[in-house]
């Protein structure tokens, strides 16, 4: 009986996450881009483009094969995820749909404790008008934050792989 009720609970903590999670999404994506109607497109990606995205970003690590993006007029933001220090970090990433480069990162929820700072405007700032073909590394061109290595790398890797997604979906946003 024990353990059925701690599934229960278990269950039913996951869900309220969850659904957190999806309400503050929401709240992020209408304060980065308030003229959208929070109906995201899900846009799929094949092994190929997968390949690709590894190759940009110098990583075997693992891209998932769907996002979330959302688009109006002359914005998009690219539902982004990447493993911090101590859980996933999960962002919202405002992009120019005519020069596609980022415009703002919006922080949908993470567990992180000393790298919350990568929350502050004097580290989010560095990403602004970055494309796809800026570095994007901590140490080099991006400042991190002190005794946030892993916080601030992470950024970092969500910055551009949102913006190497968002080149994929605006060659052909139809595919799912």
Same mark, same amino acid.
């Given at each position: 009986?024990?353990?059925?009720?701690?599934?229960?609970?278990?269950?039913?903590?996951?869900?309220?996450?969850?659904?957190?999670?999806?309400?503050?999404?929401?709240?992020?994506?209408?304060?980065?881009?308030?003229?959208?109607?929070?109906?995201?497109?899900?846009?799929?990606?094949?092994?190929?483009?997968?390949?690709?995205?590894?190759?940009?970003?110098?990583?075997?690590?693992?891209?998932?094969?769907?996002?979330?993006?959302?688009?109006?007029?002359?914005?998009?933001?690219?539902?982004?995820?990447?493993?911090? @220090?101590? #859980?996933?970090?999960?962002?919202? $990433?405002?992009?120019? +749909?005519?020069?596609? /480069? &980022? =415009?703002?990162?919006?922080?949908?929820?993470?567990?992180?404790?000393?790298?919350?700072?990568?929350?502050?405007?004097?580290?989010?700032?560095?990403?602004?008008?970055?494309?796809?073909?800026?570095?994007? @590394?901590? #140490?080099?061109?991006?400042?991190? $934050?002190?005794?946030? +290595?892993?916080?601030? /790398? &992470? =950024?970092?890797?969500?910055?551009?792989?949102?913006?190497?997604?968002?080149?994929?979906?605006?060659?052909?946003?139809?595919?799912?």
């Amino acid at each position: 009986m024990k353990k059925i009720l701690m599934i229960v609970l278990a269950v039913l903590f996951v869900s309220a996450v969850m659904a957190t999670r999806a309400e503050n999404q929401d709240k992020i994506v209408k304060e980065l881009m308030p003229a959208t109607d929070l109906k995201p497109q899900v846009y799929s990606l094949t092994a190929a483009d997968i390949a690709s995205v590894q190759k940009v970003l110098d990583s075997d690590k693992p891209v998932r094969d769907t996002y979330q993006i959302y688009v109006t007029g002359k914005e998009a933001v690219v539902v982004e995820e990447q493993m911090g @220090k101590w #859980g996933i970090i999960y962002m919202a $990433i405002l992009i120019n +749909t005519e020069t596609k /480069k &980022a =415009v703002d990162i919006g922080f949908i929820d993470m567990v992180e404790k000393r790298g919350v700072k990568v929350k502050e405007g004097y580290f989010k700032n560095q990403f602004k008008d970055k494309s796809l073909t800026d570095a994007c @590394k901590v #140490g080099e061109d991006i400042k991190g $934050i002190s005794g946030a +290595t892993i916080s601030s /790398k &992470a =950024v970092c890797v969500a910055v551009k792989r949102a913006l190497m997604i968002y080149d994929l979906f605006s060659k052909n946003p139809k595919k799912k």
